[in-house]
Structure formats: structure tokens, C-alpha cells
């Protein structure tokens, strides 16, 4: 039987590219998203993945929709933590609002959607966690103090847990894309996108969703299963992490 695997954000950009690629490798997918319900009920129309509204920054919604999920599919045993926002702002202009709405989301997430699955995860003796972070969580970002701070949180998660899944076969991976061409970026002016943004990335273009979502399906393989702890980082050559 093929595996279950659930991606938050999974309706929209990156989220929707691994959504897709994951069920083509086989794995039957459940999209989880927040807020815009016609792009939820689009991406549903048109790839036939089943979609679930909850709010990642809320344990208890997580705990509900994941039981939901799961009295549909079975147990899960992939998790993509794709789902983010962004409130960005100059620090000595970012209100307490800001911050907290992107840690949130972006960090506590994190540990709102893989606290429920992972004592299933153990007792089955396997599990694939599969956080997306980003280049700005390992190398910062001025205006987004408050998305780098949660990103860069994402990494320490990652490393920690790691070492507490391996005797339990539970991987716990992490993935920083650079500037990929969602809609979001591909909505900046050609002008600034051009001369400022791809000038900096050495392979000369954008990343594109898919070229996430391979990394992602790799790491939720059984060929993947000696990698654990890890950040790959998807940026194009834009900055090597030490």
C-alpha cells in the first residue's frame, strides 16, 4: 500500500509543486492549507489531491485536521512542514504582531504538525520529516528579522530531532530553497527582479518549484534513509552554508 504523506502549504507555489510530485512518485497526498480557498479549490479541481483547511499556528487544529487526514488515508508517514508567511519590516519598525504571526507559523508550526505524528512514527519504526526552511534562514535577511529568526529555528529543529528519530528510522531532513519562481517572486518588477535578485544567483535564473519538490521526494525515499540531520540547499550557487 502506498505511503501517506501530508505537505502543509500543499495547495499553492512550492507546496502545490510537491504536493503533485509526491503523488506521481506513488505516495497518496493530503494537501493541507490556511486561508486562500479559491486557489485551495482550484489546485483540488484541477490534480484531484485531497485538500484540508487548518491553521498551522494552532496545536490544537493540527491535531484535529491531522485526525481527520489520517481517519481518510491511514497513519502518516511522510510530513512536509512547507507552510510559511512572511510580515516583513524593518526591526525598529516591526510591530509585536509581526513577529509573533511569522514565528508562528513558520516555527511553531513546525512543532504543531510533527508532535501528533511522531509517537505513531516510532511505534511504526518509520517516518520521513521533511522541513522547508530557507536561504535566508542560514544566512539572514534584512526586513525579514522575524522570517530568518523562525527559518534558522527550522534548522536547529531539524538537527535536534534528528538525533532522537534515527534508532527509530525516523529521518528528519530540511531544505533551504533560494529565490524560486512562485508567483510571489515572479510578481516582483522585471526591473528590480532582473538587476537585483538574479545577478546574484551564479547559475543566472530562478529556481523553480519542481527542482524543490525532486528534493523533497528523494528525501521521503528509502533511498534516503542513511540521510538524516541534513540541509540541502537549493539556491542556485547564491550561498554555500558552512
Not at 529568526?149 to 530531532?161: E, H, Q, R, Y
Request: proline residues 3%.
Amino acid at each position: 500500500m502506498s505511503r501517506v504523506a501530508l505537505v502543509t502549504g500543499g495547495t499553492r507555489g512550492i507546496g502545490a509543486a510537491i504536493s503533485v510530485a509526491l503523488t506521481k512518485a506513488g505516495y497518496r497526498v493530503a494537501a493541507n492549507y490556511a486561508g486562500n480557498e479559491e486557489k485551495a479549490q482550484a489546485f483540488n479541481k484541477e490534480t484531484g489531491i485531497p485538500i484540508f483547511k487548518w491553521d498551522v499556528s494552532s496545536y490544537d487544529a493540527c491535531v484535529e485536521g491531522i485526525a481527520k487526514v489520517e481517519a481518510e488515508f491511514g497513519p502518516v508517514e511522510v510530513l512536509v512542514n512547507n507552510a510559511g508567511i512572511t510580515r516583513d519590516g524593518m526591526f525598529h519598525k516591526m510591530t509585536p504582531d509581526q513577529w509573533t504571526e511569522v514565528i508562528g507559523t513558520n516555527l511553531n508550526g513546525l512543532f504543531n504538525m510533527t508532535h501528533p505524528v511522531w509517537s505513531g512514527m516510532r511505534d511504526r519504526n518509520f517516518g520521513r520529516i521533511i522541513n522547508i526552511s530557507s536561504i535566508n534562514g542560514q544566512r539572514g535577511q534584512m526586513g525579514q528579522v522575524n522570517y530568518s529568526a523562525a527559518k534558522a529555528g527550522d534548522l536547529g529543529f531539524t538537527k535536534a530531532l534528528a538525533q532522537e528519530g534515527a534508532a527509530k528510522n525516523i529521518t528528519v531532513n530540511a531544505i533551504c530553497p533560494g529565490y524560486i519562481g512562485t508567483e510571489m517572486v515572479r510578481a516582483i518588477p522585471e526591473k528590480v527582479l532582473a538587476e537585483k535578485i538574479i545577478t546574484q544567483i551564479p547559475v543566472g535564473r530562478l529556481g523553480e518549484p519542481e527542482e524543490i519538490a525532486r528534493c523533497v521526494v528523494f528525501l521521503a525515499s528509502d533511498d534516503a534513509g542513511f540521510i538524516t540531520g541534513s540541509t540541502i540547499s537549493a539556491n542556485g550557487g547564491q550561498f554555500f552554508a558552512g
